[in-house]
């Protein structure tokens, strides 16, 4: 059975930084990240963030990741996303993990990429969503930690 470990959280969280940290602490298996399998503009009105489009190029790629552990660093609101990806994955083993941050830090990280700046009050709304909603199977702390901190505590806590 192939493992697959989501990182999800907010925009600016460090998903896709810790994702590839871990890729490489694991040296071995695969990473994508679903952000760039979804740049395909303009979006359809019922699906902004092009969750399906994404699902579905996961779904094509998956029989080329079985057989070794996957991680794939995502943005996801609701367990109704979750889904619409894990549905296209059969047979794996799939682990989701919230990485959290304070707000303050959020912002901070999210300005410091120095672009889309008038979307920082909507990742700081993510992240409140994302608290409430609370689905993932286990949540990483990232204030005022490095990237290579937090993906030696998810290795240890994910079964790869």
């Given at each position: 059975m192939t493992t697959v470990l989501w990182l999800l959280g907010p925009s600016g969280v460090g998903k896709s930084t810790v994702g590839w940290?871990?890729?490489?602490?694991?040296?071995r298996g695969s990473y994508v990240d679903a952000d760039q399998l979804g740049l395909c503009y303009p979006s359809n009105a019922d699906d902004p963030e092009n969750h399906r489009i994404k699902s579905s190029a996961l779904g094509a790629l998956w029989p080329e990741f079985k057989g070794s552990p996957l991680i794939v660093s995502g943005f996801l609101n609701t367990?109704?996303?979750?889904?619409?990806?894990?549905?296209?994955?059969p047979g794996a083993d799939i682990t989701?993990?919230?990485?959290?941050?304070?707000h303050a830090e959020l912002r901070a990280r999210f300005l410091g990429r120095g672009w889309l700046p008038g979307h920082v009050d909507q990742a700081l709304d993510d992240a409140d969503a994302l608290e409430r909603a609370d689905f993932a199977?286990?949540?990483?702390?990232?204030?005022?930690?490095?990237?290579a901190e937090i993906a030696a505590e998810i290795r240890e806590r994910w079964a790869a």
């Amino acid at each position: 059975m192939t493992t697959v470990l989501w990182l999800l959280g907010p925009s600016g969280v460090g998903k896709s930084t810790v994702g590839w940290r871990l890729h490489r602490l694991l040296d071995r298996g695969s990473y994508v990240d679903a952000d760039q399998l979804g740049l395909c503009y303009p979006s359809n009105a019922d699906d902004p963030e092009n969750h399906r489009i994404k699902s579905s190029a996961l779904g094509a790629l998956w029989p080329e990741f079985k057989g070794s552990p996957l991680i794939v660093s995502g943005f996801l609101n609701t367990p109704g996303e979750a889904r619409l990806y894990t549905d296209r994955l059969p047979g794996a083993d799939i682990t989701l993990c919230r990485l959290r941050v304070d707000h303050a830090e959020l912002r901070a990280r999210f300005l410091g990429r120095g672009w889309l700046p008038g979307h920082v009050d909507q990742a700081l709304d993510d992240a409140d969503a994302l608290e409430r909603a609370d689905f993932a199977d286990f949540t990483v702390d990232t204030d005022g930690r490095a990237p290579a901190e937090i993906a030696a505590e998810i290795r240890e806590r994910w079964a790869a």
